[in-house]
């Protein structure tokens, strides 16, 4: 350590004294065992709610319904919308059905799961476009071999009994193909 | 350097909370106004910069998700944050400055309702000697009053008459969430919240946001009649050791100041973001402000500290009244993590 480390100094270009270094000294901690980790616990908790649009989208599953949002004098229909159409930068007011059938917009093949509820691996999670929708929804998709998922594939939401329909999108488990022929990859131009 | 002004303001009416709305609803409606009121699209706006943070949201990634109120299609120019909304305009003006960008839309938001704010805000301290003590922000702040009440720098009653008149002058203000006070006397007669803080010496917990345009040369005169021209801005930070500086000061106030020039000419109006009544004695003291300078006619942070917007706010409300012919020469402050710890100085100015 050199000298001038060991001395009480003043920060250059900092008003006078109002900030100094104090003088470096390390304390003789003896023979003791050297802590090289600890374990600090630490939580917040939060009581979330949802808003608006995403409060109509959740009760509409509830009720067996996807429902996406549709801004005032604009088209767009967006599933699950967080309550803005995001091109138009307009509230999503307007609550539209949409699906169920849907298509296959982009997909991965999942080796690492996680979560309770997490299917075996590998399965496929997917951005999956309902009939009449904007944009695309993640799901994953089941009931057939994961190698064979395909852009354009045609699926539809396999639901929870009816009795355990509630406010959460694990009302629905899984998307599973209809046996349609699939949308060419042209028809979805803009949602890949 | 490029001549650069605030052209546009807007915010929410201020609440404690606002349950019924996700971050995205509840800032669009202010985009949406501070773009129609200088009649702009998205389309004219160089640059977007916002302010806001994951642990007050509960959630990650929450400003993308507010990207939503924009209309960031076709693609914008975009940055982020996850400070006061205040720091935001600060790298939109360098944007500016650097010639990439001649017009920028700044905003800043949070819903501080879901958490628990005083909690949230003590994971701002070092991960290593204060986090995880979990000190709250009041407590914080408790100790800074006490260490000036006992230097003799402020009294009890002159705290409460801060946030009297702070809170008497938010009557005026259409946005402000705490309007109105009882007498000083009757503020001195209620119990203790973090001693020596009683419950009028803190900001209120809010929810609510500003947005805020600023634009370079004609583009600016072409948007507003008389600009709100941003004639010095500086931020500068003090350690986040507590125990290496003397809390009762704020010399990063102090220097964010002199580089700013706000000794440079007459102060007709003072916006201070202190969110305990004691901290706008330091920052009077810091920015060498005279008893003759009106400071916070809005309120300030006491009637309404939505967290990430309440510097912006700052930045706005001294806008408005030289946008209004009300003040020819303004001081805005907005401040950064625990004990006044970061500070930032902007210096705006009319025409004449």
Known sequence: ?192 | MRDVAIVSVAQTDHRRAVPELNEVEMIQPVIQTVLEQIDAKISDIGFTCSGSSDYLAGQAFSFVMTLDAVGAWPPIVESHVEMDGAWALYEAWLKIQSGHADTALVYGYSKASPGDLPRVLSRQLDPYYYGPLWPDSVAMAGLQARAMLDKGMITEAEMAEIAHRSRTSAESNPHAQVKGSPSVDQLLAEDYLSNPLRKHDCAPVTDGGCAVVIAAGDRAREWADNPAWIRGIDHRVDSHNFGARDITRAPSAALAAEKAGVSDGQVDVAELCAPFTHQERILRNELGLGDDVEVNPSGGALAANPIMGAGLIRLGEVANRIMAGDAGRGVAHATSGHLLQQNLVAVLEGSS
């Open chain 1, 1 to 192: 350590m050199a000298e001038s480390d060991m001395e009480d100094r003043s920060t250059s270009t900092m008003p006078g004294g109002l900030w100094t270094q104090p003088s470096v000294s390390v304390p003789d901690i003896g023979d003791g065992e050297v802590i090289q980790r600890i374990t600090e616990p630490a939580s917040l908790h939060y009581s979330y709610t949802p808003g608006r649009a995403p409060t109509r989208f959740l009760r509409g599953l509830a009720e067996g319904k996807l429902l996406g949002g549709r801004a005032e004098g604009h088209d767009a229909v967006y599933p699950g919308s967080r309550g803005m159409d995001p091109v138009a930068a307009r509230p999503t007011v307007e609550s539209v059905e949409v699906g169920p059938d849907a298509t296959v917009t982009a997909f991965c093949i999942v080796h690492i799961g996680f979560g309770e509820k997490a299917p075996p691996t590998p399965f496929v999670s997917a951005l999956i476009l309902p009939d009449g929708a904007a944009a695309s929804m993640y799901g994953t998709v089941l009931g057939i071999p994961y190698e064979e998922v395909r852009i354009g594939m045609r699926v539809r939401p396999v639901w929870v009994p009816e009795e355990e329909l509630g406010l959460t999108s694990e009302n629905i488990t899984h998307w599973e193909p209809t046996g349609e022929p699939d949308v060419p990859a042209e028809q979805l131009k803009g949602h890949m």
